[in-house]
């Protein structure tokens, strides 16, 4: 059935549903306690905005290093890690084995290194046993030669005996020749008697110098000998040093052979072994990395980062930083202070930027402006985490905050105004 609805019953309808009276609102707050913390908050933000601070900062990419700096072994071979004599936290001495790596090669006739090596070591031998049988005939030639030395100056000492009896007779001969010339003239004796004491005297003279001549012969010969002594020991000496020669190539030629074969990587210095890079077994290349390897007993720990041209007015030594290592989340074990010690006066080479591992180069962060050095020192490198000792080591990636400009509030607030301003500047300069 439908239902008509005429002006009137609208009216009605209409009356009974309005309100009769005024509705109002209570309120649980009183009014002046609403105006009064209204108040007292918006003088708060008007307060914090002209008298409150905040300082801009910076989140860098940087690593832990040690001074002196943590330096990699490379292999200077390829190979398979044989044998392993050290681990990571192992204080090593100058020289103390640290891996053996082979690289020996196989032929269808066997190791080639062994057969090479048997075959220079009879090399070697065969040498060796020459050496010593030219030192033999050396030894006895010299010694031939010095008892022909030895003979000839017994005869020159036998000679002159004989030439100081000969020497003494042929005085004698003289004194009496003279002695006879003398009696000749007082008519004691003839003429033939004085020609034949003549005669004896020259014939004395003639046995003197030819004892004489075999002594000086004689001398004459052991001074050639002392000469053939001293140029047949050179000559000896020369094939010897010849053959030392050859000893010396061979021997050079195996330990080519050994480092080949088997090759030692011994520590170049005293120092703690951070890190290694292979294990037993491991096939390697040259040029691949072993360990790292950090020089001497006490280290100094540093966190060296890049900061970007726009951030060095605002940073200067002795600025505090915090760090976030990423082997220890700062959920759990909280962040970690430092100092910065030193900035580059000069931008970062590419070369410098490629050395280290966590370089904006490196962890693709790089941006087109100029990279400063910056390195601080950290607070600890070490801490106690429930009971364990945790410690800070070298090449170590952080996270690194750094603290640039501080400004009031409003004056972040109206940043952009001072760019408006410096861009119409910069219009106005230009007309």
């Known amino acids: 059935m439908k239902h008509n609805i005429t002006p009137y019953n609208y009216s009605v309808r209409n009356h009974k549903n309005s309100w009769l009276g005024q509705a109002h609102i209570i309120s649980v707050i009183p009014a002046p306690l609403v105006f009064f913390f209204s108040t007292v908050i918006a003088l708060s933000i008007i ?58 090669k196989i032929s269808d006739s066997g190791n080639v290194s062994i057969k090479s090596r048997l075959s220079i070591n009879r090399q070697i031998m065969l040498t060796e046993q020459i050496i010593a049988k030219i030192e033999e005939d050396k030894n006895q030639t010299l010694k031939n030669i010095q008892q022909q030395i030895d003979e000839y100056l017994r005869v020159i000492s036998t000679v002159e005996n004989l030439l100081r009896d000969a020497q003494e007779g042929l005085a004698t001969m003289e004194k009496y020749s003279n002695s ?93 072994v951070e890190s290694l890079s292979v294990t037993p077994g491991q096939m390697i290349n040259t040029g691949d990395s072993l360990a790292q390897l950090s020089p001497g007993k006490d280290r100094l720990y540093y966190l060296v980062f890049w900061l970007p041209n726009n951030s060095i007015p605002y940073v200067k030594i002795g600025d505090r930083v915090n760090i976030r290592y990423d082997a220890f989340p700062y959920e759990k074990f909280g962040q970690f202070g430092g100092h910065i010690i030193s900035i580059s006066n000069v931008a970062a080479s590419y070369q410098e930027l490629k050395s280290y591992s966590n370089s904006p180069i490196i962890s693709n962060t790089m941006t087109n402006q100029s990279y400063y050095k910056v390195t601080a020192t950290l607070d600890e490198n070490r801490f106690i985490y429930q009971g364990n000792s945790m410690e800070i080591s070298s090449n170590m990636r952080a996270q690194t905050t750094v603290f640039l400009e501080k400004r009031y509030l409003y004056q972040w607030m109206f940043t952009p105004f001072y760019g408006i301003k410096s861009s119409l500047t910069e219009q106005d300069i230009g007309k």
């Open 180 to 272: 006879y010339t003398k009696y000749l003239h007082k008519g004691l004796i003839n003429k033939d008697q004085l020609a034949n004491q003549k005669s004896l005297f020259y014939q004395q003279q003639g046995i003197y110098q030819n004892i004489y001549s075999q002594k000086i012969q004689a001398q004459l010969q052991v001074e050639k000998l002392k000469s053939d002594m001293i140029t047949t020991a050179v000559e000896f000496d020369n094939r010897i040093s010849e053959y030392q020669y050859q000893r010396s190539e061979l021997e050079i030629k195996l330990a080519n052979i050994d480092l080949n074969e088997a090759m030692l990587v011994t520590a170049p210095y005293d120092g703690l």
């Open 47 to 104: 307060f914090l905005i002209f008298f409150g601070s905040y300082t801009r900062r910076i989140n860098v990419v940087g690593e832990v290093i040690t001074s002196p700096k943590t330096i990699t072994l490379f292999s200077t071979t390829q190979g398979i890690v044989t044998d392993q004599y050290i681990k990571p936290g192992d204080f090593v001495s100058r020289g103390t084995k640290l891996y053996k790596i082979d690289s020996s």
